[in-house]
């Protein structure tokens, strides 16, 4: 028998003992994860932290932590759903799940993009509140949010081309579709596997989405203004922080390999 062919007889978990197996190792993955997180330079350590400063805030306003205002939630709401996408793509940057924590921070971007829109015209917030979802899916689409932000002349915090890397990266398959691909040799991982080059493009990812998100939604959210402005200040401050090492630079390394 082949040293092949006895590597394919060897006993592998199946049912629930492969979850429990699977378990053990995300566990060890988000352990080395955690004690290389301050080892990663200046940036990281920082935009880590301030991350978790922002979220904290982003909590307290989309769940009216400082009072009720009583009238609709709309931006609340969205905080709150950038909160939640927030701590479920840090799980899985933790577990060495890249490709999916990019799938989950391009959605963040999304509710960026709409945030700045609200801010910059805030009648679009009630015109999206009231509208079908047919009509709102029409006009307020990913690609038509954008298309309005740049008629209006204003920055778009995740443009086309960002979006579009997100999504051949971490939602849409293609024929070259390697999973957990974040490594010079250009191996590819079935997670679990803790990766530098991952949780460095997807933690600095992340602190992009979620500054797009907090900086305009304080300007318009209605809270006390001293709460306001110090979301403002500690967003900005966090979008500041973030590195060079982004989503671009896994697509020149992909691009370098063909």
Known sequence: ?????????????????????????????????????????????????????????????????????????TIEHLVGRTVTSSMAALRLIKFGYYDEAL?????????????????????YIEEWRLLSDRERKNKFSPPKVREILETLKVIVPTDKERYGLLCEIGVHV???????????????????????????????????????????AAKIALIDRKYAEHIFEVAIKLASLIGSIRIEVLKELKDSRK
């Open 174 to 216: 293609t024929p070259n579709t390697t999973p957990q691909t974040y490594n010079l040799l250009g191996k590819p991982i079935l997670g679990n596997v803790y990766q530098s080059l991952g949780l460095i493009i997807c933690i600095n990812e992340l602190c992009w989405a979620v500054a797009t998100v907090a900086a305009p």
């Open 103 to 123: 799938a989950i921070i391009r959605n963040i971007d999304e509710i960026g993009n709409l945030t700045f829109l609200f801010y910059n015209k805030h009648e």
């Open 1 to 73: 028998m082949s040293r092949r062919e006895q590597h394919q007889d060897t006993y592998f978990p199946e049912g629930e003992d492969f979850f429990k197996l699977i378990n053990k190792i995300e566990t060890q993955c988000v352990q080395e994860t955690e004690s290389n997180l301050s080892t990663l330079g200046n940036q990281i350590p920082k935009c880590y932290k301030q991350l978790g400063i922002v979220l904290s805030l982003m909590y307290r306003m989309g769940c009216c932590h400082w009072g009720c205002h009583g009238k609709e939630h």
